[in-house]
C-alpha cells in the first residue's frame, strides 16, 4: 500500500520494548540511539514504556527515577490493578526521554483468562506456551493497561481520548480526537498491542518486527530460510518447531497493526512469507553521530582499545602478544548457531593448522550469564608485569553462572583452546562493556 507523508505530528507517542532501561541485544541500540532525535523534533512528547525487572540491590544503571511533570502525578493517582506498578524517569541515554518502568507480577494471576479474550478475538493460540512466552505476554499486558490509564488521564493531550468511541450523532459537531501513537516492538509487545485494539480502538498503533520469531526457530535449526523461503508456510513451521504461541501472537499483532514495519527488505519479504503480510514501510536502523567516537578522536579511542584488548590477552595466557599481533571480534546477541558463533569458532579452530604471517586473538564478545570477573585476571591486569604462564582456563574473563550449559565455553573447551597456542587465542567476553564489567 501507498503510505503518505504524516500532514501532523501526534500529540503523544508512546513506545513499547522489553529492552527500554534494559540493555539485552541490538534493539536496545536501536530504541536508544533514536532518541535523542526525537526530542530535537517534539520534546517530552514521546514515553518509553519497559519492564521493571530491577530490585534495590540490582538496580538499573540506565534509568533514573525522577520527577516529570504530570506522569509523575498520574503515576500516584492511577488506580491499576493489584500486581502492576509503575516507576517514571528518566532513559539515562542522550536525550534523556521519559520512561516509564511497569512491574508486572499480578498479570500472571490471570494470564489464563486473557489468553482465553485473546484466542477469541484475534486467534493468538497460547495454549502451547513455553520458556519466556508468559513473561514476555504478562509485561506486554501490563504495559496496555499503564498506557490506558495514561491516556485516559489526558496526559499530553489538548483533550482526553474516550476509552470508548461514541456513536455519531446526527446534528452533532464532530468531536476532535488527539492524535495518539503507540509503537510496539517485537513479539514480546504483542499482548499489548491486541489489548489496546480491543480497549482503545481509537488509538494508532505501529508494530515492528526485526526479525520473525518463526524465521529466527528455522535458522536455529539448521534449516535453509533464504534458499527455500518461497516454500516456508509460517503457521506450518509453528507447529514443526513448537513455535505456535509466539508464532501465532506475531502474526495477529502485524494484521492487527495500523502500521506494520521492518527494518530491511530481506525481513520484509520474511514477513510478508511467514506473516502473511507485507510491511508497509521498511525503517532501517541506523544510529546518531555520536555513537562512534568523532573523527579527530578515532584513531586514539581505536589504539587505546587495542592495546586493552592485547594486554587482556597477554594475563590470561601468558603468550607474549605484542602489537603486530591480529585482533578479530565478533559481538551482538548471544544465539550461538543464528549469529554464526558456531562457525566463528570452528573457522579460529582451522586457523591453527594453517602458516599465518600474525599471531591471531579472536575475541567473542557476547552478552551471557557472567557471574563475575575473575579477580585473577583483574590483580594481573593491575600488577602489569609480564609473564609467561596461563591462568586457569585462559579464555574466558569473567567467570559464569552457567558454564557447562554455555555453548560458546563449551565449544572452546571441545576445540582445545584452553591448551595454549600462541599461534591462534580464543577468548571469550560474556557480558557488556559498559564501564562498569571490572576487566576492561
Known sequence: MDIKPATQR????FEVSWEVCNKIGGIYTVLSTKAKTLQKISKDTTVFIGPDVWSQTNPS?????????????????AHLPEGISVRVGRWEIPGRPIAVLVKFDGMYAVKDEFYGEMWERFGVDSLH?????????????????????IILSGYGQASPIPAVPEPPRRGRKKKIIPTIVVHFDEWTTGMGLLYLKWKMPRVATVFTTHATSIGRSICGNDKPLYDYMSGYNGDQMARELNMEAKHSLEKAAAHQA???TTVSEITARECEQLL???PDVVTPNGFEKNFVPAAYKFDAARAEARASL?????????AGYDDNAFVVITGGRCEYRNKGLDIYLDMASALRNMDTCHKIIAYVMVPAWPKEPRADLQERISANTPTDTPLQEPVLTHWLNNPESDSVICRTRSLGFCNIDPRVTVIYVPCYLNGTDGIF
Open 61 to 77: 544503571p540506565w534509568f533514573t527515577e525522577c520527577n516529570v511533570t504530570g506522569l509523575s502525578k498520574w503515576s500516584k493517582n
Open 129 to 149: 506456551a513455553y520458556g519466556d512466552y508468559d513473561e514476555g505476554c504478562a509485561f506486554a499486558h501490563a504495559a496496555g493497561i499503564v498506557i490506558e490509564s
Open 310 to 318: 592485547i594486554n587482556t590477552a597477554n594475563a590470561l595466557t601468558g
Open 276 to 278: 502473511e503480510r507485507r
Open 258 to 260: 495500523d502500521a506494520f
Open 10 to 13: 501526534p500529540e503523544l507517542l
